[in-house]
């Protein structure tokens, strides 16, 4: 299975009054995890939009906090596809303190595959086929 791991440093901007990164925070942080494995499979979520009209819209998100994040804390989160079908993709989350490794959420995001005018869509097959290399799966033309 490919991971991807980004680190991110907890700005003042983004804690409450408590001192504590704001919970919708995690789902931004999700964001950059999910755009930076993208990135590590060999394209970009804007090369998906611009060149194949293919955009994955969040249809469920989920977040488990386990322990707060504080301002300046330098979090990892990681990032990895669980489950690919062809109009479907749902990636999981880890946040973890970079200093100690200890899990401060966990997280899962299930996406459909839509063009620009938000009707389903099939991913490309070379979309589908890195995906599915990504979660240890055939890809369309070897199971062919």
């Not at 755009?35 to 060999?42: A, N, T, Y």
């Not at 989160?77 to 690919?84: G, I, M, S």
């Not at 999981?92 to 966990?106: N, S």
Request: glycine residues 4%; neutral net charge.
């Amino acid at each position: 299975m490919t991971v991807n791991e980004t680190r991110i440093r907890a700005r003042y901007a983004e804690t409450d009054q408590m001192g504590v990164v704001y919970h919708a925070n995690h789902f931004i942080w999700f964001e950059v995890g999910r755009v930076e494995l993208l990135r590590q499979l060999g394209f970009s979520y804007k090369d998906m939009e611009c060149e194949d009209d293919c955009f994955i819209a969040v249809v469920d998100a989920q977040c488990r906090y386990k322990a707060p994040v504080h301002y300046d804390d330098e979090v990892i989160v990681r990032t990895y596809l669980k489950h690919v079908r062809e109009k479907v993709l749902h990636f999981g989350y880890e946040l973890r303190r970079a200093e100690t490794g200890e899990l401060l959420a966990e997280g899962e995001t299930t996406h459909i595959v839509a063009n620009s005018k938000m009707k389903p869509r099939a991913l490309p097959e070379k979309y589908l086929n890195v995906f599915r290399a990504a979660v240890g799966k055939k890809s369309v033309e070897a199971s062919s």
